[in-house]
């Protein structure tokens, strides 16, 4: 990899992106270095010249992608507490955070969850399990669940506002306004506090 990160920072970036975009659209397996190499706008050769090989960038997206999502909890630590929706807001700021680095992040992660190509799998699984679990275990845990009508809501709230988050995430392909997609959302989860939670 010393040889990739050695490039100029925008065209390692320009690769990362072409890499994250193929492998989020296809499978580790119909995935294919060419596609990647025509999307960097590099050559296949130079593809393997800086990973050696697909697997080798794959795994190497993969810690990647972990340590990007861990920067950016450290860094908007100071807004995360201990109210339910505004913990969600925090999940959203960070992934909102990602995708401005990288936009097809997010897709690649979803791809990265379900693969199950035996070549990667065992070694996603142990990269990944921890940070699954971590970050569940940063969206509930430690949350004030006295202010709800109902104690077993915020399980099923975090489920269906990560779903709407998705959503949301996807509206940027559709050429819609992220920003004012995002302040809807918000709105939402505003909504959903002022009605999950006793008066």
Known sequence: MEKFESLPADKQKKIIDAALTVFGKYSYKKASANDIAVAAEISKGMVFHYFGCKKD????????????????????????????????????LIKI?????????????????????PEVEEEIRMMTSSGVKNSWEMLLSGIDTSKFKNPSAPILLAKLLRWAGDGVMEDRYEGKDI?????????????????????
């Open 97 to 117: 955070s990602a995708v401005n680095q990288h936009p097809a992040i997010l897709e690649f992660l979803k791809n990265v969850y379900f693969e199950t190509d």
């Open 179 to 199: 920003d004012a997609r995002m302040e809807e959302y918000i709105a939402c989860i505003d909504i959903m506090k002022e009605n999950f939670y006793y008066e």
């Open 57 to 92: 960038l794959y795994l190497y997206l993969v810690k990647m992608c972990g340590d990007i999502l861990t920067a950016e909890q450290k860094k908007h630590s100071d807004k995360m507490s201990a109210d339910f929706f505004d913990r969600i807001k925090f999940a959203t």
